[in-house]
T-cell receptor, first 117, second 114 residues
Framework: AQSVTQLGSHVSVSEGALVLLRCNYS??????LFWYVQYPNQGLQLLLK??????LVKGINGFEAEFKKSETSFHLTKPSAHMSDAAEYFC???????????????FGTGTRLQVTL | DGGITQSPKYLFRKEGQNVTLSCEQN?????MYWYRQDPGQGLRLIYY???????QKGDIAEGYSVSREKKESFPLTVTSAQKNPTAFYLC?????????????FGPGTRLLVL
């Protein structure tokens, strides 16, 4: 079964500083990996996803993530944090359903990002 | 605009009462999902549906029921058997063709117990 682990339930950075949110996965097959963002009392929005096309994936709002098979990691980064980045971030891994059928996601427990002045 | 709507935004349940959460999508997606979110636990899958008139249990289906009579709609009923229903409930949908697909989420319903 697939799983993801997010290290650090809370991360605090200063505005303009590097953002690094960690995600490690466990999968017996090549994984499909996702990062979602959730603003308070809202649904989740896709930031980016890895589908094996390229190991460095660029997403919305200046975020990117690098797939590293040797480290079983898919960490999310942004060079310069903005106040509007304050939110909760979830890493997720997809199962591998039969062709032509819907997949299921397994989510990590989330990392709350705080951005300070 | 295409998207997923959930209603109500807040819902209150009394002891022994069943309540139903609405989820509607106009994205023409085949697959729909219900998740429960609790602080510090991420999202957990309750039920999902691949097509109309078909649905499967997720990881925490006990105390919940669903129906899928129309492609656009996937209501969730929280029954009196669910002893700890207070949570944020999220509905999602996807095309339903493979592991690479994005799931799109609604704005959520917060259920509180009186």
């Amino acid at each position: 079964a697939q799983s993801v682990t997010q290290l650090g339930s809370h991360v605090s950075v200063s505005e303009g500083a590097l953002v690094l949110l960690r995600c490690n996965y466990s999968s017996s097959v090549p994984p499909y990996l996702f990062w979602y963002v959730q603003y308070p009392n809202q649904g989740l929005q896709l930031l980016l996803k890895y589908t094996s096309a390229a190991t460095l994936v660029k997403g919305i709002n200046g975020f990117e993530a690098e797939f590293k098979k040797s480290e079983t990691s898919f960490h999310l980064t942004k060079p310069s944090a903005h106040m509007s980045d304050a939110a909760e971030y979830f890493c997720a891994v997809s199962d591998h359903p039969p062709p032509g059928t819907a997949s299921k996601l397994t989510f990590g427990t989330g990392t709350r990002l705080q951005v300070t002045l | 605009d295409g998207g997923i709507t959930q209603s109500p935004k807040y819902l209150f349940r009394k002891e022994g009462q069943n309540v139903t959460l609405s989820c509607e999508q106009n994205l023409n997606h085949d697959a729909m999902y219900w998740y429960r979110q609790d602080p510090g636990q991420g999202l957990r899958l309750i039920y999902y549906s691949q097509i109309v008139n078909d649905f499967q249990k997720g990881d925490i289906a006990e105390g919940y029921s669903v129906s899928r009579e129309k492609k656009e709609s996937f209501p969730l009923t929280v029954t009196s058997a669910q002893k700890n229903p207070t949570a944020f409930y999220l509905c999602a949908s996807s095309i339903g063709r493979g592991a690479w697909e994005t799931q799109y989420f609604g704005p959520g319903t917060r259920l509180l117990v009186l």
